[in-house]
């Protein structure tokens, strides 16, 4: 184990990779001679060149496509976007034909492409930089999408991701990139895709969260600890194809669901959750699943309305408590 | 000096061999040996018959909505005849001609057009991408499958096909420049038939050719007539050559045109004249061909006939295919199969059997992939 950054681990990744399979490259813009915007891809084109480190002009949809085009024969391309804001202008590409391919040439043709790039609510970036991109991803079958929480899953996600046969849509968080933890040094770390982890143990309500929010749902936990209340952490990791056993699980012990999201609630991850968790552990709940959601609004560019935005501490920890009874909830 | 004129170091070439009134000029015919023009030609009265059969089965119920070739068998053909079978063809969707000309069976296009999966699944080591119903984005995967073939230092060229539609798209744009900047082997043929449904060419563009776009992304560009084979044929050897030599991608415009309809959907005369559409019939790609072959005694009587039983064999063995099995809906939608898939395809399967639809087949198999490419090539990039 090694103590390193979230970016850092991201890098270990692409380079552990690189160095393991000859036919994974990267693609985008500023990957190569400025690193990425990022930094994430640090120190790759001195280390693989410009054949395998590949600045491109600014045209998302046009090197998605061709990422689609040289993975459908066989590469591996890691394409990176800016923002994931930006991969809105390649969305024919993703879910036209990378999502779609494998199923319409009745398997001849795979599309092992890996999408990556920051998203989601990140600091005084506006409306048009800051937002949940993933929920226009996780609907489409055939996508794997993937929000890696801490710098250990970033690291081992993401190298699943690349030796994965599917188009993944990896989103990382700007404000995640400078956070540090442990992270396993060896190159055959792997965390599989579809495995969501527990991340505390508790046994009266379960709160659902990724990213950000995980982070917020952490110290939420310890406050309420405090108070008597014993939250129990489950982290999904990957959000299509979703864990749906660990979440289930973790219900039927606690009987009491909170699901925590930074994007807008209507239609959300947590519209999800609740649904399946309602077909299929009904009779297990003893209180209805709450929602803890950003306003259903575009993100406000002014710091104090941004922070009302998104969820706060005080709202999950008010949702934790209703749903146990507990007082102030 | 606030204006300095530069001076564009480009020409454009407008490319014809073999005109409508069947006039040649023998000094740029290119060198093909009877067989070759005895294969060129059955695969365009192939493309014809076929497409007619096609339109008769679309009527019938047989088949869902298609989109016709009449009129453009040069074009394609001509474009497809200069690949190798180890080079890459990516077609939009009114391709049939040159699809059945690189081996994809003509049952398995029919298959296609009736919804089957199967329709789109190449055959093992086939260098066919199947086909793309989007306008313009297998532009640029025609890109990504060259910069593989780059990357690999493989001697694979690759030719994609779009209609002049497709150059309004922004992928177009986006894949005429990676391929400028990178100076991949790609052959962009698009075939300029006119019309988009009922878009007209100067509704589509202000620009006086399509060929000339190419040169401001520093790609060479030329038109051809093609309706002419020789011309396209001329044409794409030449691109097909400079690609396979490292020397960067080719846009090649044929100016065709479409007799039919748009789809099966579409109703022409909605739009467009009747005289315009009998202008283009005196031009004739198959008409003037003819003629050229006549002359040099290289026409086979029995042909159409033995095409005809071609196609109607394959339309035999097509309806003879059972219909789709619901189960198969969950196959294919990830490499492997996710549990909750796994889950509804148990479920259907259950349900059917309980209706008393026979057991279910185990989940297809993916058949063997696609040979990647191999070889050798030296890159100038």
Wanted: aromatic content about 8%.
């Amino acid at each position: 184990m090694a103590v390193m950054t979230y970016r850092e681990a991201l890098n270990m990744a692409l380079r552990e990779e690189m160095r393991r399979d000859g036919r994974v490259f990267v693609i985008g813009e500023e990957v190569g001679l400025y690193e990425g915007a990022y930094k994430v891809t640090q120190g790759l084109l001195k280390e693989f060149g410009p054949r395998r480190v590949v600045d491109t002009p600014i045209c998302e949809s046009g090197f998605t496509g061709v990422g689609i085009g040289a993975a459908m024969v066989g590469l591996r391309p890691v394409v990176e976007m800016m923002t994931f804001n930006f991969a809105i202008i390649a969305l024919d590409q993703i879910v036209n034909t990378a999502a779609k391919l494998h199923y319409m040439s009745g398997g001849q043709f795979n599309v092992p492409i890996v999408i990556r790039g920051p998203g989601g609510p990140a600091a005084q970036l506006a409306a048009q930089h800051s937002q949940s991109m993933e929920t226009y991803f996780y609907h489409v079958p055939g996508l794997k999408v993937v929000r890696p929480t801490t710098p250990m899953d970033a690291k081992g996600l993401l190298k699943s991701s690349i030796r994965d046969d599917n188009p993944v849509i990896f989103i990382e968080s700007e404000t995640l990139y400078p956070v540090k933890g442990e992270v396993p040094e060896d190159p055959d770390f792997v965390i599989p895709l579809g495995k969501a982890v527990v991340r505390r143990e508790g046994k009266d309500v379960t709160v659902i969260a990724y990213m950000g929010m995980m982070y917020r749902a952490m110290e939420v936990a310890e406050d309420l600890a405090k108070e008597g209340l014993s939250v129990e952490l489950v982290d999904p990791r990957t959000l299509r194809p979703m864990d749906t056993e660990t979440i289930i699980g973790s219900v039927r012990k606690t009987h009491r669901l909170v699901v925590v999201e930074a994007g807008a609630g209507f239609a959300g991850m947590g519209s999800e959750i609740a649904s399946f968790v309602t077909e299929q552990a009904f009779d297990d709940l003893d209180a209805p699943v709450e929602r803890v959601t950003g306003a259903n609004a575009p993100m406000p560019y002014a710091r104090n309305l941004e922070k009302l935005k998104t969820p706060s501490k005080d709202k999950i920890a008010a949702a934790v408590r209703r749903v146990c009874g507990a007082n102030g909830g | 000096m606030p204006r300095t004129v530069l001076e564009p170091r480009f020409h454009l070439e407008h490319l014809s061999i073999l005109d409508s009134e069947g006039h040649l000029d023998t000094a740029l015919e290119p060198k093909l040996s009877p067989e070759e023009l005895k294969s060129l030609y059955r695969a365009m009265v192939l493309g014809r018959r076929l497409d007619e059969r096609m339109v008769r089965l679309q009527r019938q119920g047989r088949i869902g909505t298609f989109a016709p070739i009449k009129g453009q068998e040069a074009s394609q053909m001509g474009s497809a005849f200069a690949l190798r079978p180890t080079d890459w063809m990516v077609p939009s969707f009114r391709e049939a001609a040159a699809m059945v000309w690189r081996g994809w069976p003509i049952e398995k296009l029919l298959l296609f057009f009736a919804g089957y999966v199967e329709g789109g699944q190449p055959a093992p080591g086939q260098r066919d991408l199947p086909i793309t119903i989007p306008v313009a984005t297998q532009l640029p995967h025609a890109v990504g499958l060259a910069y593989a073939a780059q990357y690999r230092g493989d001697d694979a060229v690759v030719m994609v096909f779009f209609g002049d539609g497709a150059t309004s798209e922004g992928d177009f744009h986006e894949a005429l420049n990676f391929a400028g900047v990178w100076q991949v082997p790609v052959v962009f043929v698009c075939q300029n038939n006119q019309w988009a449904i009922s878009v007209p060419l100067k509704k589509q563009t202000h620009s006086k050719t399509i060929a000339q776009k190419a040169l401001a992304y520093g790609v060479p560009g030329v038109q051809v007539d093609g309706n002419d084979i020789l011309a396209v044929y001329a044409a794409a050897r030449e691109a097909v050559d400079r690609a396979r030599a490292a020397d960067g991608p080719t846009l090649i415009e044929c100016v065709t045109y479409r007799l039919g309809m748009h789809t099966t959907a579409d109703d022409p005369t909605k739009y467009r004249s009747e005289e315009e559409v009998k202008m283009w019939e005196q031009k004739d790609p198959l008409t003037r061909f003819t003629a050229y072959l006549k002359e040099r005694n290289l026409l086979d009587p029995g042909l159409e006939q033995q095409v005809d039983d071609e196609i109607g064999e394959a339309v035999r063995r097509f309806e003879a295919t059972p219909p789709a099995d619901p189960r198969t809906v969950f196959d294919h939608v990830y490499a492997e199969m996710p549990p909750h898939l796994r889950a509804q395809r148990e479920e259907l399967a259950r349900r059917l059997e309980e209706a008393g639809t026979p057991p279910p087949p185990e989940p297809a198999a993916a058949p063997p992939r696609a040979t990647p490419m191999r070889g050798q090539r030296l890159t100038r990039r």
